[in-house]
């Protein structure tokens, strides 16, 4: 049997058929946990834009999502209406996707009602050197973003500018040294997403009040 | 008999040992070179990494052999690739479900251990001729061997690099970083001082083994 033509053919048929077996049930058992753990870490990042603490046991979380987030649709996608405890409206949160060194990089910007002003930033999803590039995800950068303007400034320009040193100027942010390229990128990406944010209806119409 | 001696003659132990130091991956056979640069600035990174090469090298190996007398020569790579490729989505769908918050440090990495020469070169070296208990035991002993060295490399790129130790801070604050730690270099450099020292170390044992 070994020494037939087809034999290579057919052990590589059942191997796979049963490699794949294996490996597909593996993620329909798991799939659920694995979605639930997804929305559980992007539901972090959401709160964490917004300086929230976010719990990490996931009834908590799950309880404190449903009683401040509110997610509504628009025709730029899936944003949030978070409130604070006294249910007094704390901002919008908006997902944001651009280009970084070795991938996309993705997050959640929250902005304060009225869209003038930038509350945080959370970054969901990235593949950026750990280290260097992947630095954007720690506080000391993520919290410079507190505060910034969305609009460009009145003589034109981007409304962000990256800098590699401390910045002095309030539209400055202090880049990650190092991580040039994942920098530069995020800093064009971001600017091109205010410029749009600006127009999104849940700022620009009476929703945002 | 003493305890060492039978240590020495039992196959087991010997071909676990060479994995992790007479013959291991990484400063004897220069495998998995690429994974050993690319991981090794934080120790959290690098002890999963590791984790996952050790489970995936073993149960390849153990695999790979257990088909040794049924798969056909011609096809024998395409069957390896396979087996490899299952076991890092078995690895990888569990860091997902059961970490996610080291899946979303990771990134990329987990799906990049099937890259990795060690297991692909234990399973060909090793596992397609011999049976399956002493193949596991290769494939543990070359992971846990890839494992230390990796560890040891992060130890010191992180402490230098960053200050900190699988996060924490244990270095001062006036502690001047060596930003060079963190990027490639640094991993040149130290991946190129731990094989100059541990095969220093190691000479004596081989004499008659050349570079």
Redesign the interface.
Known sequence: MKSSPLYPIGFMVVLAAFFGAVVSSLALVTRDRVEAGERAQFRQHVLSAFHLPAPREPDALARLWSRRVEELAAPQGEYYRVRGEDGALLGYGFRFQGPGFWGPISGVLAVKPGGTEILGIAFTKHQETPGLGGRITEAWFREQFRGKPLAPPPGGGPALTFVYRPPREPREVEAVTGATQTSSRLEESLNRFLEDLRRHSALAGGEAR | MRPTLWLRRSLGVSTLRRGIWDDNPIYRQILGICSALA?T??LV?TAVMSAGLVFVTAMSSFTVSC?RT???K??RM??QV??IA?YV??VD??I???L??IS??L??YVGLIITNCIIMGRCEGFAAKNPPVLSFLDGLGCGIGYGLVLLTIAFFRELL??GTLFGAPVLPDGFTRW?IM??PPGAFFMLGLVMWLLRTVQKPRSPAEGG
């Open positions: 991981v600035n934080l990174n088909l049924v798969t056909p011609r096809v395409m069957a396979l087996i299952s989505i078995v769908i569990a997902k479900a059961y996610p918050a979303e440090a990134g990329p690099g960053f930003v963190v990027m």
